[in-house]
């Protein structure tokens, strides 16, 4: 999973819930340890619970999970990263409450799920995206499927269950070509119940095409058709939206209106962040920034 995060000086994820109810299973779609940055997860629950932690990383979107715990109306806050392999744990060192790390410099998405209490409201959490080194600071609520996920079983009831988002179209905006270098991060989301409980990685799939045509920041329009699929998640370039000849001839900043579709494997829609690396001519203090912003289906 190459996200093209590049130089990272500030960043900020506006993310949408599904509900207004903080759910059991949380999605938090993106989180990153490598290169020094550290992710921070801060979870609290009403009640007290185990925590099952599912981490999807990689190129692969592998499966790593395992558990960890909170007790009611406690807070826990720790990096991701395990403290052997560069991270610093929980911020509070004597907290009672049992973090669950990830041991690999890797970047992805992560889903959190409370396992005990019908409540739909249980678990509430945040992730914090921080690098010292390159002034990475970043910021974003989850997205919350609101269901209950207290069955008993290792197969609990509606966990990882997002079947609800089913956002598929999206009008992609982006900054003249020297001045930004634009991308998106899809995370295919739908019901990952059966995946989660057989400890498999998440296979749900889907096809982006675009319209007939792109349009420049006068209107123009460029026509040209581009397809692609996307198993669990990825990353779509400016220039995987775009033709030769339509790159060509939009270089002043444009849109392209992009539909996602042909859900398999359990799929419904798709969770899409905009990775907007603002670039040298800039100049500074934004040369070198990425910022990001989960997108809004049309």
Excluded at 78 to 87: F, L
Aim: proline share 3%; net charge negative.
């Amino acid at each position: 999973m190459n996200l093209k995060m590049k130089t990272l000086a500030a960043a900020v994820i506006a993310t949408a819930a599904v509900s207004t109810a903080n759910a059991n299973s949380l999605l938090f779609p993106y989180f990153t340890t490598v290169n020094g940055a550290q992710s921070v997860l801060s979870l609290t629950s009403n009640v007290t619970t185990p925590v099952h932690y599912v981490y999807n990383y990689g190129s692969s979107c592998t499966h790593f999970d395992g558990f960890g715990a909170l007790t009611a109306n406690d807070v826990i806050q720790h990096s991701i990263m395990a403290p052997a392999a560069g991270g610093f744990g929980m911020a509070v060192a004597g907290d009672g409450s049992t973090p669950f790390y990830m041991p690999l410099a890797t970047d992805g998405f992560l889903v959190v799920t409370n396992t005990v209490g019908a409540a739909t409201n249980a678990l509430r959490g945040e992730m914090v995206i921080a690098d010292a080194a390159t002034g990475i600071m970043t910021a974003y609520t989850p997205v919350d499927n609101a269901l209950d996920t207290s069955a008993a079983g290792k197969k609990r009831g509606n966990e990882g269950d997002f079947s609800a988002i089913v956002d598929s179209a999206f009008r992609m905006t982006f900054y003249p070509d020297v001045v930004a270098d634009t991308s998106w991060y899809a995370v295919v989301v739908g019901d990952m119940n059966a995946a989660i409980a057989a400890g498999a990685d998440w296979t749900g799939a889907t096809t982006w095409t675009t319209a007939a045509a792109a349009y420049d920041n006068d209107e123009n329009a460029f026509s040209g058709v581009m397809s692609d699929t996307i198993t669990c998640s990825g990353t779509i370039d400016r220039d995987d939206l775009l033709n030769s000849a339509q790159a060509a001839s939009i270089n002043d900043g444009g849109l392209v209106l992009n539909t996602f579709g042909a859900y398999a494997a359990g799929a419904t829609g798709v969770v899409l962040t905009k990775m907007q690396t603002v670039l040298p001519a800039v100049g500074a203090p934004f040369a070198g920034t990425t910022f990001l912003t989960r997108e809004v289906a049309n």
